[in-house]
Nanobody, 128 residues
């Protein structure tokens, strides 16, 4: 079974940066569509960014576009989320997710937060 472990969360001042990592227990290259989601206690889980199985296509939610960047290193079976210019509203539990889907299905699943595998999350807290 695919297992995902996030790391890199923490507390940072507004305007600061963090890089989240998600290490997968299985080979990710050419197999898994991967994404980052986040959830504040008072809100539903929302999509942050997604990267296609082949890594050639990405999508970032407008709320983080130009500030966050999703990437993957399939040689290390690791997904990353570089977060710059962090804002207090970015405070949330961030979850890594993966799904063995093809391109079209990958992005459809992202919109529905319907990924097959999820990590336990890593907390990001941004203070002003």
């Amino acid at each position: 079974q695919m297992q995902l472990v996030e790391s890199g969360g923490g507390s940072v001042q507004a305007g600061g940066s963090l890089r989240l990592s998600c290490e997968a227990s299985e080979s990710t290259g050419g197999v898994y569509c991967m994404a980052w989601f986040r959830q504040d206690s008072a809100k539903e889980r929302e999509g942050v960014a997604v990267i296609s199985t082949g890594g050639g296509t990405t999508y970032h939610d407008p709320s983080v576009q130009d500030r966050f960047k999703i990437s993957r290193d399939d040689d290390k079976n690791t997904l990353y989320l570089q977060m710059d210019s962090l804002k207090p509203e970015d405070t949330a539990m961030y979850y890594c997710a993966a799904d063995p889907s093809l391109f079209t299905t990958c992005f459809e699943r992202f919109r529905k937060a319907a990924f097959g595998y999820w990590g336990q999350g890593t907390q990001v807290t941004v203070s002003s």
